[in-house]
């Protein structure tokens, strides 16, 4: 009879442990799940956060770099313009020399 006792003893306690085990598995997914949702939303700011910086600096860098090729293309405009004139004063010369022979 008291093996009957221990039987019951024994079922009984491993069902409450099974029981305690399986609501401290239950709690540490939740807990878990609920750090993913966290960490996806820290993730999602932070992206947001550094593509905003990206753009910005992007877009100050693009200023600068205006700013700063601003006199090499009005130089170069004005080498351009130059050498159109020359080169209308060159053929108008062979012109004129060819007109003379």
């Keep these: 009879m008291s093996a009957v006792f221990l039987l ?6 491993a069902g409450a442990v ?18 993913e949702e966290v960490q996806l939303q820290w993730e999602d700011r932070f992206k947001a956060a550094t ?20 006199p090499i293309r009005d130089t170069l405009t004005r080498f351009e313009e130059q050498a159109r004139r020359l080169e209308e004063r060159r053929l ?9 022979l």
């Design 51 to 70: 593509g905003d910086a990206l753009l910005k600096s992007q877009s100050s860098l693009l200023e600068l770099t205006e700013a700063k090729l601003a």
């Design 18 to 35: 099974w029981l305690a085990a399986r609501a401290k598995i239950d709690a540490a997914k939740e807990a878990l799940e609920r750090s």
């Design 92 to 100: 108008q010369s062979v012109s004129a020399v060819g007109e003379q």
């Design 8 to 13: 019951i003893g024994l079922v009984v306690g």
